[in-house]
């Protein structure tokens, strides 16, 4: 379900030149979200162009984070396309038991998670009298003791016959619900009867539901470079823009290790790592020092403060809710409308009915923009605004055009979009028309960011 890595040259000196290459100045920006979700694939970035995709794939919102919460803002605030990484701690499969004579034929949900329901029966229809074959529906439901079916597969005359073209360990791989958990039984399972005629056909519930696991820690969210889990399921991407991991909902902070490995993960690939403000940050002042004495400085990431309540229930998150999802979305649209500009005004609006859970005063917002926190100020007749437009690297001891969000942006996406374009120069061979070929490329992408007032007042 990853972005499919391209490449429209291919290698070797006859694809050398093509006079209709070229690097576009633009590009839909693509916002990746790493968190704990309902159900869907673990460790596999899912690119999605919606928030019903998620909901379909991944379940929609729960009690586990907030990851869906972050997806939806995205959406909702402009963002155009997501991928979503789902990460677990010792997250469980469900498993239902079919009986088949005095043995078991034992199934895995394909995904772990509370929220992966599932229920089968077995019959034979159909199939005459061959003791080898079986027909095996299996349903996820909405929810556990449902009646509402979400997906439901059927598998007609699978076989015990490990010669035959339905043997069933071939055939269920392909299944999007379920995958065997164990040895085969030496018998096809039982067929499921009803108890007494005319009843309709009874399904096996799960012998064992599963789990969501523990709360995430660092080493989940960063994952494994070699497995290519949490952070680096990103590598299957072509290209990555912007890196948001949502806060747990516990109250427990993020750790240091996430966001030192998260930034350093963005650096290699030329993003942005947008970080919720933890929850220690209670105060414009608990906010600087957080920032100051706290080792997040750094010119690949930005973050904000305060968090926001929702204006008519703000009791219902006291200490507010991250919007990463939504500043990642104004970003997206802000770079689908005008590029090179800084995110300001009304393109840094939130959606009607979203406020700061602290009144932070003029002085205080000075403060925090000048250590690298943008601040969320309520403008009243204009909404909830994004003010800043500030990287983290303004808390360190960085040159001044660096500390500006919108130029650290754009240096990204210069050196990403020429590293992935030019690429096909490594296989090519070296001549005036390849030298032409790539030099011509390079200008012409410059020159176009110049025309489109990228460059300009850079100096």
Not at 43 to 68: K, M
Not at 373 to 382: G, S
Request: net charge negative; charged share 20%; with cysteine.
């Amino acid at each position: 379900m990853a972005i499919e890595i391209s490449d429209s040259s291919a290698p070797g000196p006859e694809s050398s030149f093509d006079a209709n290459r070229f690097i576009p100045p633009r590009t839909e920006c693509l916002t990746a979200f790493i968190g704990r979700a309902n159900r869907g694939p673990l460790n596999e970035p899912v690119v999605i162009a919606s928030f019903d995709a998620y909901r379909r794939i991944f379940g929609g919102h729960g009690q586990l984070g907030f990851l869906s919460i972050a997806v939806q803002q995205y959406f909702e605030h402009g963002g155009a396309v997501a991928a979503i990484v789902r990460v677990a701690n010792n997250a469980t499969r469900a498993r239902i038991d079919l009986p088949a004579q005095d043995q078991l034929l034992r199934l895995h949900a394909r995904e772990p998670g509370s929220r992966f329901v599932l229920r089968a029966s077995v019959d034979y229809d159909g199939i005459k009298s061959n003791v080898e074959r079986f027909n095996l529906v299996v349903q996820r439901l909405a929810r556990p003791r449902s009646q509402l079916v979400e997906d439901q597969e059927l598998f007609r005359s699978l076989s015990m016959d490990e010669s035959d073209e339905q043997f069933v360990v071939d055939a269920l791989r392909s299944s999007e619900l379920i995958q065997l958990g164990g040895p085969l039984p030496d018998h096809r399972p039982d067929a499921t009867r009803a108890e007494h005629p005319g009843q309709p056909l009874p399904y096996i519930e799960m012998s064992c539901p599963g789990s969501d696991g523990e709360e995430l820690s660092d080493y989940d969210i960063v994952g494994s470079n070699d497995e290519r889990t949490g952070l680096f399921a990103l590598d299957a991407l072509d290209r990555v823009d912007l890196v948001n991991i949502p806060l747990p909902p516990s109250g427990h902070d993020l750790g240091l290790t996430t966001f030192l490995a998260a930034e350093r993960y963005c650096a290699r690939r030329r993003a942005i790592l947008l970080w919720d403000p933890p929850w220690s940050w209670d105060s414009a002042g608990t906010a600087l020092l957080g920032v100051r004495g706290g080792g997040l400085a750094s010119t690949n990431a930005m973050t904000y403060f305060p968090r926001v309540v929702h204006a008519v229930s703000p009791e219902r998150h006291p200490q507010g809710v991250p919007v990463g999802g939504a500043v990642a979305g104004m970003l997206a649209a802000n770079d689908r409308a005008d590029h090179w500009q800084a995110l300001d005004g009304p393109n840094a609006s939130l959606k009607a009915g979203l406020v700061p859970s602290l009144e932070i005063s003029e002085r205080e917002a000075g403060l925090l923009q000048g250590s690298g926190i943008n601040v969320f100020v309520n403008r009243r007749r204009h909404g909830t605004q994004l003010e800043g437009n500030a990287s983290l690297g303004a808390s360190s001891a960085v040159s001044h055009i660096w500390q500006r969000l919108d130029r650290c942006r754009l240096l990204g996406h210069i050196l990403k979009s020429l590293e992935q374009h030019t690429r096909w120069a490594l296989q090519a061979e070296w001549n005036r028309d390849f030298e032409q070929q790539l030099v011509g490329e390079i200008r012409a992408f410059l020159g176009a960011l110049f025309a489109g007032g990228a460059l300009c007042g850079s100096r």
